[in-house]
């Protein structure tokens, strides 16, 4: 998965806290920074493209909406990393360092939780 640039990150960030259809100009107003409509609108049709936005006609411009929540998303981009990477255990231990004690417990606790799904 390729990462966004700024105002592609600026952009799902609306998208994902405001949920919902939103249209160019709609978007152009809640962005706090003076861009042309052009502008969000192309880079909202290259979100589309990516995959990270549909969208269905709303007059004569586009609503668009989000595919997924920006968790869904950052846990793609994980797994993204995670597949790419040719020593999977070192990464998890490098991640898993970076968590403190209380993200460490609720680790624990999601993974005794899916073992217990996944028992017989």
Not at 4 to 24: D, F, K
Not at 78 to 94: E, F, G, I, K, Q
Request: aromatic content about 8%.
């Amino acid at each position: 998965m390729k990462a966004l640039g700024e105002l592609e990150m600026e952009i799902m960030g609306v998208m994902w806290a405001e949920g919902g259809w939103i249209t160019p100009g709609e978007m152009l107003a809640k962005l706090d920074r003076p861009l042309a409509y052009t502008t969000v609108m192309t880079v909202m049709s290259r979100l589309y493209r990516k995959g990270l936005l549909r969208r269905q006609r709303d007059g004569r411009a586009y609503a668009y909406a989000s595919v997924s929540t920006r968790e869904e998303w950052l846990a793609a981009q994980m797994r993204s990393t995670l597949v790419r990477s040719p020593d999977r255990p070192s990464v998890l231990a490098r991640f898993v360092e970076y968590l403190d004690a209380d993200q460490v417990t609720q680790l624990r606790r999601m993974i005794r939780s899916g073992e217990a799904e996944d028992a017989p």
